[in-house]
């Protein structure tokens, strides 16, 4: 199996700020990444697919980046709206694999 | 617009079965996979399986052979999952999710808690 590491495990950014999110698959996934957001009660949302492709809807302050086997999120200034619990996928392979996910507060 | 709507909360005696729900709509049925993912506390997601809902394909994490079978009724653009052999183990919620190849869209999930 893909294994997916996710850093940090939590995160904690003042509004405005701009917030990096790290995913590293333990081999070459050939951008098959995507990244979703979940907030409290609620299912996860697809933000970025193909590693860089914003999903229709999802606000353009998220971005990602990566390849081979490191991969990014970015989210520029950051807003309230954006406090939730997020995580990288490799579709690759199977079985799909899920990173541990990154936490998201407010300072 | 896409919706994938799942059954109801499940609470199960161990050593049964119970078989989850998830009907499609806003898409035709049988143009993307369905998959099945469970999520715990403790162990994040898991990917349980994929089903093609027009031949009626599978491919299963080889941790959750034996335990899921997926099935779908094109009859009336629903997935299936039954889950066997219940233990506290499998106390997750449970969501369907449709892919292209990314999860573009999931079903609200579904609390299954086994309890004697």
């Known amino acids: 199996d893909i294994r997916m590491t996710q850093s940090p495990a939590s995160l904690s950014a003042s509004l405005g700020e701009t917030v990096n999110i790290e995913c590293l698959a333990s081999e070459d996934i050939y951008s098959d990444l995507a990244w979703y957001q979940q907030k409290p009660g609620k299912s996860p949302q697809l933000l970025i697919y193909n590693a860089n492709s914003l999903q229709n809807g999802v606000p353009s302050r998220f971005s990602g980046s990566g390849s081979g086997t490191q991969y990014s999120l970015k989210i520029n200034s950051l807003q309230s709206e954006d406090v939730a619990t997020y995580f990288c996928?490799?579709?690759?392979?199977?079985?799909?694999?899920f990173g541990g996910g990154t936490k998201l507060e407010l300072k | 617009q896409v919706q994938l709507q799942q059954s109801g909360a499940e609470l199960v005696k161990p050593g049964t079965s119970v078989k989850l729900s998830c009907k499609a709509s806003?898409?035709?049925?049988?143009?993307?996979?369905m998959n099945w993912i469970k999520q715990t506390t403790g162990q994040g997601l898991e990917w349980i399986g994929i089903?093609?809902?027009?031949?009626?394909?599978?491919s299963y994490n080889v941790k959750f052979k034996g335990k899921a079978t997926l099935t779908v009724d094109k009859s009336s653009s629903t997935a299936f999952m039954q889950l066997s052999s219940l233990t506290p183990e499998d106390s997750a919620v449970y969501y369907c999710?449709?892919?292209?190849?990314?999860?573009?869209?999931w079903g609200q999930g579904v609390m299954v808690t086994v309890s004697s």
């Open positions: 999710a449709r892919s292209p190849w990314e999860l573009d869209y």
């Open positions: 089903i093609n809902p027009g031949s009626g394909g599978t």
């Open positions: 996928q490799q579709y690759n392979n199977y079985p799909r694999t």
């Open positions: 806003g898409y035709t049925f049988t143009s993307n996979h």
